[in-house]
């Protein structure tokens, strides 16, 4: 099956991110265009309170997160949360979905861990560091793995 063509891509995973939320009670509704600091903002009827989800779509296993580059770690502007969707094409037309769901706090700490493991056998073959606001940072499955289908961390939070 052909690869999803990326804008398509990112609003499939924008509106199954809000359909899961729908799911477990919470109103969830798709912020649109470019000005906005976060895909999904989650409202909780009880409570009136808000939290805004950066929701970032992959077919391959790769998420880019651009958390560097966007100056995100310790901005007011990051998301809430963030949840990492992989949407896999079968040979039969259907689709392999997994939900990944993290504090901002906890992909950035992740983020931080992949850039380190990253700049270190770069210095050692360059002699320098390797410029973080090049290319785009992003996390794979496996860095993310332990924080599968972890709604309740959003539940909780409001």
Not at 12 to 28: D, M
Not at 32 to 48: H, L, T
Not at 125 to 135: L, N, T
Request: proline share 3%; glycine share 6%.
């Amino acid at each position: 099956m052909a690869k999803i063509d990326s804008y398509l891509l990112g609003l499939a995973g924008e509106y199954r991110v809000c359909s899961e939320l729908n799911k477990r009670g919470l109103f969830a509704t798709m912020t649109y265009g470019n000005k906005k600091s976060a895909d999904v903002y989650a409202i909780a009827d009880k409570s009136r309170m808000a939290i805004r989800v950066e929701v970032k779509t992959s077919q391959g296993g790769r998420f880019l997160t651009g958390i560097t580059q966007k100056c995100l770690e310790n901005s007011h502007d990051a998301p809430d949360y963030w949840v990492l969707f992989l949407l896999k094409p079968k040979p039969n037309g259907e689709f392999e979905e997994q939900f990944f769901v993290l504090s901002h706090k906890e992909i950035c700490r992740i983020q931080k861990k992949v850039n380190s493991d990253y700049a270190r056998p770069y210095r050692e073959k360059h002699g320098k560091s390797p410029d973080e606001m090049a290319g785009v940072d992003n996390v794979r499955v496996k860095e993310v793995k332990m924080h599968e289908g972890r709604w309740d961390k959003i539940l909780r939070a409001i």
